[in-house]
């Protein structure tokens, strides 16, 4: 395994963690049932549904990273899925998890991929303390 390899490897390793805790907190976050005013019960249905739609895309991220993680341990890791080509490190080294160099990636056109970009992008954001 090449040593850049590894890093990548420990970089999903700790993302993975990263996701399965994030999905863990929300899940249990979602609103419990209880009596509230019906303005009330509207602003958590509203929470409940970002807070799902987060943990989809947490949940798709924690699909990519471990499909990465099957791609190092077969050993095609860092080599596009469509051209087979090498995807460039300094991709892999912003997005460890992509699948698709970025001439690909712009001609699968993945919108899910970058709208769950913005999206933990904008959670990021509201993470910070
Ligand atoms: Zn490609």
């Not at 791609?71 to 080599?79: A, H, K, P, S």
């Amino acid at each position: 395994m090449m040593p850049a390899t590894e890093t990548y490897r420990q970089r999903l390793l700790k993302e993975r963690e990263a996701l399965l805790a994030e999905v863990h907190k929300k899940v249990q976050g979602l609103s419990a049932a209880e009596r509230v005013s019906d303005d009330e019960q509207a602003q958590r249905l509203h929470e409940d549904f970002v807070h799902l739609r987060l943990s989809l895309l947490d949940a798709e991220r924690l699909r990519l990273v471990n499909e990465a993680l099957d791609r190092i341990e077969v050993g095609d890791y860092g080599l596009c899925l469509n051209c087979d080509q090498p995807i460039p490190a300094k991709r892999l080294e912003a997005v460890p998890w992509t699948r698709y160099c970025i001439k690909c990636q712009d001609e699968l056109g993945s919108q899910w991929q970058s709208e769950s970009e913005d999206w933990l992008r904008y959670w990021r954001n509201l993470a910070l303390p």
